[in-house]
């Protein structure tokens, strides 16, 4: 299991060795390394620097500002953004689903942009969003995308919208999202030094059908990377874009 891939096709290309299959929890994009930030689509786009100032701007969480720094630099660009994101995106995307073995079941991260999924995900590749399946004798339930937050990543839906996909699925064995359940120890991140949004709507779902796990991604560095609640042990799979290694669930 890997999440949070943001752009590493190399390591993405091992990760299911030896494996039954590869699950995926999204955020294949790398728009920006909050590490790095040479890498990503904005310093291709618009420089180190500028990428420089808007993560200094959006850890002191002057989301406003960063938003204004961005307008005036795809003023500045004059391209039409839309088109430029999308192109990017997709050389990212033909170069990632290439790499993923065959089986691997996918959802989508907040970064991502399930429009385009279809174009890249070959036979292999299973895309789940609010839908179950059965691997090895346990049922598998996946809900894609994030809440809404100032940051309006590319997938970013209502509570309810939300709330809605994870009801769908019923009782699971395996709940696998990419965002954590609503849980301070899990949503805080202790670098960026902020709270995620996690899901109240998968916490509930927890408490009242008590699946074996809980597996997630979405922050980077959390505060805990497992917990149990109740019956359930939630795990955090990781970064997969700093770590190069995936969780092994084994059953």
Not at 29 to 35: A, G, Q, R
Not at 131 to 147: A, C, K, S
Not at 191 to 197: D, G, L, M, Q, T
């Amino acid at each position: 299991m890997v999440s949070d891939v943001h752009g590493n096709a190399r390591d993405l290309a091992r990760a299911g060795e030896g494996a039954d299959a590869l699950i995926c929890l999204g955020d294949l994009v790398l728009f920006l390394d909050y590490h790095d930030h040479s890498r990503g689509i904005f310093p291709d786009l618009f420089g180190v620097g500028n990428a420089d100032r808007i993560v200094k701007l959006r850890t002191a969480r002057r989301f406003a500002e960063a938003r204004t720094l961005a307008a005036d630099l795809w003023a500045e660009l004059g391209v039409d953004r839309a088109t430029a994101i999308e192109e990017a995106v997709r050389r990212q995307y033909k170069e990632l689903f290439a790499a993923f073995p065959t089986p691997t079941y996918a959802t989508y991260g907040n970064v991502d942009i399930p429009a385009l999924w279809p174009e890249y995900a070959g036979p292999g590749t299973t895309v789940l969003d609010g839908q179950r399946i059965e691997l090895g004798g346990l049922v598998l339930g996946f809900v894609g995308g994030g809440l809404r937050t100032p940051m309006r990543t590319p997938y970013e839906i209502s509570d309810e919208e939300y709330a809605a996909k994870v009801e769908a699925l019923g009782e699971v064995d395996v709940l696998c999202t990419h965002i954590p359940p609503d849980v301070p120890e899990l949503t805080y991140d202790t670098v960026a030094r902020r709270f995620e949004r996690g899901s109240r709507a998968l916490l509930d779902a927890i408490h009242r059908t008590r699946p074996r796990y809980a597996l997630f991604g979405h922050v980077h560095q959390p505060l805990a990377q497992r917990m149990r609640i109740g019956a359930t042990e939630c795990v955090n799979v990781g970064h997969f874009a700093s770590t190069g290694r995936p969780y092994t669930l084994r059953w």
